[in-house]
């Protein structure tokens, strides 16, 4: 990893089939060991059920009031300043329970890829 400057960018943010907004803060070749998205959740809505295959995770929620699931653990509510630990392969998924936006920081080690994900959605989802 060589030292740089990644500036942010809210003009990047797209929406993803699990049901959330996405801007990859940093998830790029220069870091193969961690990569860092902001995701947003609308009011009401539960991303869809899925788990990551070789990665680790960590939400760290900023703004707004969810209720996340993971693996076998209590559904637990969480908000600002809490954060989630969510080892390789374990199902997830997390819930906007408030009537603002719910704000996320999703740090993944090593860093994310697109074939990683499992969606575990089924077809009636």
């Not at 801007?23 to 060991?33: C, F, H, L, P, T």
């Not at 995701?39 to 969810?66: D, K």
């Amino acid at each position: 990893m060589l030292p740089e400057v990644k500036l942010a960018d809210s003009a990047e943010e797209f929406v993803t089939d699990e049901r959330c907004h996405i801007i990859e803060v940093a998830n790029d070749s220069g870091d193969e060991q961690l990569s860092i998205a902001r995701a947003r959740v609308e009011p009401g809505v539960s991303t869809a059920w899925h788990r990551l295959q070789g990665i680790s995770e960590r939400y760290l929620i900023i703004s707004g009031q969810g209720q996340v699931e993971v693996g076998e653990l209590a559904p637990t509510l969480v908000g600002p300043g809490d954060v989630v630990r969510i080892p390789a392969g374990v199902a997830q998924r997390i819930t906007n329970t408030g009537d603002d936006q719910l704000v996320f920081y999703a740090l993944c080690t090593p860093r994310f890829t697109n074939s990683a994900y499992v969606s575990l959605e089924t077809s009636s989802a």
